[in-house]
């Protein structure tokens, strides 16, 4: 059969399609040649060798580039991933990596950025309100595991911190909240309490706690129930509502659109106090709502506090999420590296940043950083600081970030290999 040719058609059009595949990740060995010089004459007051100064490292002396390290720290808090299947999983890319070596640099990489995390702690706490909460975690122990909590401090719109202490107690508070003077935002535990004696700490309850009272009275008396959640709701429905707007504008709506709710609200409680069993679920929400009354109101008091804890409550979610990975910390010490590391990844995450290349860029830039400045590199001031033309040159100038992104050329094949 004769065969035409392309000339003896016309072209009416096409179909495009795309197929999404992947690619293996790699490890990338960066070898730096410096070589050494000595002058054929001697000059007086001159080095006898001489040498360019070695590319500056997050850990020196470590083979860890700032993007190795910053994966690794990303898929251990940012995805939760055990150390025993790093391990695997980088065998299985071609780097056969310890987890007591990995262990060894989130370590170090802590301890390198405590003066920025410091900064932003410093930061938050001159912020007018504050929202605080805390969960445990278990510590590795040789006969039982014994159980130490993460309290989680977040400055809305700034920061999302994370603090470990051994204990749950009022000293744990004292030291988080060392010197702060605001509206707290929390829970009713008593760890609190001491803090709203003096008055310099004003408690604002949470709306979404005292709602939760209520969801648990549904089975054994659900007319009361549905009468206080029904309340609750229209409060939340309004919230909903000017969440975008000004504090002076949501607190004049609050006033005159929620507080009769809220008036509303706490008359049902009073007169339904008389009327129920004591211990029965729809007594602890009406007590609870009760004892919380003052709290409880604090937001028809200031436009800028919310009317609940969500915000802290969400980012507390992930170290919820990771224990039912890793299960335990393995020491004090380790619990202190993860919430310095984990304050970092939830800031990047309120600010809308993606945390492998903020953190490769951050430990690029941090080691010769001015002390004085540190707060620059925080994710709350990232976009500016990123911008600016030191900033970039630097970047650009750092040989293990174009190896990570793949611009740094490699050497010709033909070339001998380096002798050691």
Partial sequence: ?????????????????????????????????????????????????????????PIPRSIAGPGLLSDTIVRRWQDHMPLHRMERMYGREGLPLARSTICGWHQEVALLVVPLVLAMWRDALASPYLCVDATGVLVQALEKCRRAHFFVVVAPKKHTLFGYTPKHDSAAVDKLLDGYQGYLVADAHSVYEHLYKTGDVVEVACWAHN?????????????????????????????????????????????????????????????????????????????YARNQREALQRFLEDGRLPIHNNVSENALRREALGRRNWLFVGN???????????????????????????????????????????????????????????VQQQLEENIFRRAALGTLQPLPREAPPIKH
């Fill in 1 to 57: 059969m004769q065969r035409r040719g392309l000339d003896a058609f016309e072209r009416i059009g096409e179909e495009t399609s795309e197929t999404v595949e992947h690619r293996p990740a790699s490890a990338v060995v960066v070898r730096t040649i410096r070589p050494k010089y000595v002058l054929k004459e001697e000059e007086a007051g001159m080095p006898k060798v001489l040498q360019a100064p070695a590319p500056e490292l």
């Fill in 211 to 287: 709602r939760r009272y209520w969801w648990k009275s549904l089975e054994s008396d659900a007319p009361r129930a549905k009468k206080g959640l029904a309340l609750i709701q229209r409060l939340f429905l309004l919230e909903r509502q000017y969440a975008a707007a000004p504090p002076e504008v949501r607190l004049r709506r609050r006033q005159h659109e929620a507080k009769p709710i809220v008036d509303d609200f706490f008359a049902f409680c009073d007169e339904e106090s008389l009327k129920v069993l004591d211990e029965t679920p729809i007594s602890k929400a009406i007590g």
């Fill in 332 to 390: 004090d010490e380790g619990g202190e590296v993860n919430a310095t590391l984990v304050s970092l990844l939830a800031s990047c995450e309120m600010h809308g940043l993606e945390p492998l290349g903020y953190l490769r860029d951050l430990l690029c830039l941090l080691p010769s950083w001015p002390v004085q400045q540190v707060i620059d590199l925080a994710p709350l001031h990232w976009a500016q600081t990123i911008q600016r033309a030191d």
